[in-house]
T-cell receptor, first 112, second 111 residues
Framework: KNEVEQSPQNLTAQEGEFITINCSYS?????LHWLQQHPGGGIVSLFM???GKKKHGRLIATINIQEKHSSLHITASHPRDSAVYIC??????????????FGKGTLLTVNP | DVKVTQSSRYLVKRTGEKVFLECVQD?????MFWYRQDPGLGLRLIYF???????EKGDIPEGYSVSREKKERFSLILESASTNQTSMYLC??????????FGQGTRLTVV
């Protein structure tokens, strides 16, 4: 079982819709990252969270440490939001605390 | 503007060739990483380095080696390329703040 599970794997939305992508993890973590990967490969870090909620423009990320769950929300979605969104966690259990474990990603397509 | 730069966007190599993938970062980061990304498998860590000349194996190091002679440069080496090493390769770096910065990726095809 993957330590980081994302859902859904694929998501298609109409422009303007509110979008939620979920991430569940099974290990203790020191931080959780949400990443965005556009076609062509480059990955951009959107958020790094260790508690609570962060907002940047139309993007909101929340984390519930007790439930080991995080969500990424996109308000008023736009076709340019179409990308793969990846959740990654940094474990706090011994060893190297700078290694990330990744979910398999959610492919979001926003249609005009 | 922070930068992690990978030397090539696309590479085609023959089976058995020695392949070098180069990554340079300009943020004075201690930590650098090499990942490969395959459909349905997500990103998997090949090797990482937390200091010059220091390296540790990741989850899938077989068939790969790395070199970090200078802080800003981290090289991934495929000693004898094989077709199952056809993949997207991503380099990343992070400092004490632990936010990861990624390169644009190198799509390697081994024929």
């Amino acid at each position: 079982k993957n330590e980081v599970e994302q859902s859904p794997q694929n998501l298609t939305a109409q422009e303007g819709e509110f979008i939620t992508i979920n991430c569940s993890y099974s290990v203790g973590i020191s931080a959780l990252h949400w990443l965005q990967q556009h076609p062509g490969g480059g990955i951009v870090s959107l958020f790094m969270l260790s508690s609570g909620k962060k907002k940047h423009g139309r993007l909101i990320a929340t984390i519930n440490i007790q439930e080991k769950h995080s969500s990424l929300h996109i308000t008023a979605s736009h076709p340019r939001d179409s990308a793969v969104y990846i959740c990654a966690v940094r474990s706090n259990s011994g060893g190297s605390n700078y290694k990330l474990t990744f979910g398999k990603g959610t492919l979001l397509t926003v249609n005009p | 503007d922070v930068k992690v730069t990978q030397s090539s966007r696309y590479l085609v190599k023959r089976t058995g060739e020695k392949v070098f993938l180069e990554c340079v970062q300009d943020m004075d980061h201690e930590n650098m990483f090499w990942y490969r990304q395959d459909p349905g498998l997500g990103l998997r860590l090949i090797y990482f380095s937390y200091d010059v000349k220091m390296k540790e194996k990741g989850d899938i190091p077989e068939g790969y080696s790395v070199s970090r002679e200078k802080k800003e440069r981290f090289s991934l080496i495929l000693e004898s390329a094989s077709t199952n090493q056809t993949s997207m390769y991503l380099c990343a770096s992070s400092g004490t703040g632990l936010v990861a910065f990624f390169g644009q990726g190198t799509r390697l095809t081994v024929v």
